[in-house]
């Protein structure tokens, strides 16, 4: 065993002194190590119940004939962090969360891992760190939030929050609407409650074959996922037994299914950044192709909100991710998970109770899947748009550019009214290394839609998105302003065109401008000198691939 080296021999002695510190039994050394890694935290609602998750793993554990030894890592919740500058730490936390996890498993020689996560960048970060590890380890993700209730209609933090700010302002709601709004979207534990970020990551993994079959889609409150937990833990002991380690389970086939699992779901664009991380981490090269390429042949089958309005307890009810994958069965590579079922078994076996949640592929929302990758003049690198977020009359939006350098301009606009139909507001210099740490856009983008100019006003930024940003909202650019990418050349006024079925983001300005704009162009300086964000910004490579360190 791997932990042999921390455990065994007359060398080891002061180890095992220290171990026995800790209340471990002597017989019990003999025994697989099984970290459980969880992100428990008071901090955030997605995370809240994870300390009952981590009692029936180690009672997994303990069941298949491993130790359990819990630790932690942190987490930020990306709806609290929002719109100040605490939303730069987000994406950067994710790395952050990585190199953790890293180094306590190799620091104590764990066996094997049970990974307890929730929310946008805890999941990833954890994957990433399973990847980079190649140990055996069994994802438990901490499931969706329930709906919230409000005279009679269902709420979810995004349409009745983030959204209502600009419905508010618009005078559409009352102060006493509110107040309401604020008790009752999000009425307990669990991430929110459609196919953004948290949620799509949660599908992500168990379409990888990280996770048991049903768990991603489990509600955060139900029994069933205390017994996914129990069971993930006698599981990974299993797969210490059999050497079954992470990247038996992340190949390049298991990535084009998560990938089209995302597709069909019309999940977060973050996934854009997280999915090529993640395979970066298992030794697998993968560009934004993938996606355009997946997307162009996966058919969008799931209304969940923000793209239609059906909650993730739907899609779970319906069946789940395995309900998903038996529509996409004959599309589907069949790779082994860490159930030890076939992704193809698991589909098979699959039921759909509910063909409108889950829809056949004969009657698909959208014959393509929910991300486009655009490119164009203003995006070389290519940029991320969620087209199954778009309307119809949308997909083609030419408009004239109102330019913002960072997002605190652009929210204060919008609230004021100088955005009017026909604008593509432009944030820049909120890139990976510009912002530091790739901002999401949500309040923007969500006030946008609460004003009603969803369909009229384009967005673009060389930040991102939550995966509850709807409309004509182009996130991702490459190169970022601050790399000296074109999105830094345009000018208020230009006229910008988004192609969504052309997969084109051009700035209609002569080339010969262009060159002399380039010409007399200079970087913003830093907005951050010190500490970590200081060191990712220097660090941190483009959008383009993931938004991975070097």
Request: charged share 25%; net charge negative.
């Amino acid at each position: 065993m791997r932990s042999d080296v921390a455990k065994k021999g007359l060398e080891r002695m002061p180890a095992r002194a220290l171990l026995c510190a800790t209340g471990m039994p002597r017989e019990e050394m003999d025994k697989p190590f099984i970290g459980i890694c969880s992100s428990f935290t008071d901090l955030i609602p997605g995370h809240t119940h994870l300390r009952r998750l981590e009692r029936a793993s180690e009672h997994g554990v303990c069941a298949g004939g491993g130790y359990p030894l819990v630790f932690s890592v942190p987490g930020v919740c990306d709806g609290i962090v929002m719109g100040h500058k605490g939303m730069h730490y987000s994406l950067p936390s994710r790395d952050l969360i990585a190199d953790m996890v890293e180094s306590v498993v190799t620091g104590h020689a764990l066996d094997g891992l049970v990974m307890l996560c929730s929310c946008d960048k805890i999941v990833p970060g954890m994957l990433m760190a399973a990847a980079r590890l190649d140990i055996p380890t069994v994802v438990v993700t901490g499931g969706p939030m329930l709906s919230g209730r409000h005279k009679g209609k269902r709420l979810s933090l995004v349409r009745d929050t983030f959204e209502a700010v600009g419905r508010r302002q618009a005078g559409e709601i009352s102060d006493e609407d509110v107040a309401c709004l604020e008790m009752e979207a999000c009425p307990g534990a669990g991430s929110c409650q459609g196919a953004y970020t948290a949620n799509t990551m949660a599908c992500v993994t168990e379409a990888l074959g990280l996770s048991l079959a049903g768990c991603a889609t489990t509600l955060a409150v139900a029994a069933r996922k205390d017994r996914m937990a129990y069971l993930s833990g006698k599981r990974v002991c299993d797969l210490v037994r059999q050497e079954a380690r992470a990247r038996t389970f992340l190949t390049r086939e298991s990535f084009e299914n998560a990938i089209m699992v995302d597709m069909a779901l019309g999940g977060s664009t973050n996934t854009c950044l997280h999915i090529p991380a993640i395979a970066h981490d298992a030794g697998i090269d993968m560009d934004l192709e993938w996606f355009d390429r997946i997307s162009r042949a996966t058919p969008h089958l799931t209304g969940l909100r923000p793209a239609g309005d059906y909650f993730m307890e739907d899609l779970d009810f319906a069946g789940g991710v395995p309900g998903l994958m038996s529509r996409l069965e004959p599309l589907l590579n069949d790779c082994p998970t860490v159930s030890g079922m076939s992704t193809r078994r698991i589909a098979l076996d699959a039921e759909v109770t509910d063909d409108e949640v889950i829809r056949p592929a004969d009657k698909a929302l959208h014959d393509e899947g929910g991300i486009a990758v655009l490119r164009g003049n203003l995006a070389p690198d290519g940029a991320i748009i969620k087209q199954s977020a778009v309307e119809r009359e949308a997909m083609t939006l030419k408009g004239r550019a109102l330019c913002f350098e960072g997002e605190e301009q652009a929210m204060e606009a919008i609230m004021g009214g100088v955005v009017k139909a026909g604008h593509v507001v432009v944030i820049r210099y909120e890139g990976p290394s510009g912002g530091p740490g790739m901002r999401e856009m949500l309040s923007p983008t969500a006030a946008i839609v609460g004003m009603g100019l969803s369909n009229s006003v384009g967005l673009l930024t060389d930040g991102r998105f939550s995966g509850g940003t709807k409309g004509p909202c182009v996130g991702h650019i490459s190169p970022e302003a601050a790399a000296g990418g074109p999105i830094g050349l345009v000018k208020d006024g230009d006229t910008i065109v988004i192609d969504i079925p052309g997969r084109r983001l051009d700035l209609d300005v002569k080339e010969a401008e262009l060159e002399k704009r380039k010409g007399e162009w200079k970087p913003l300086p830093p907005k951050v000198n010190t500490g970590y964000l200081a060191r990712y910004a220097r660090m941190v490579q483009s959008a383009a691939t993931g938004a991975i360190l070097k």
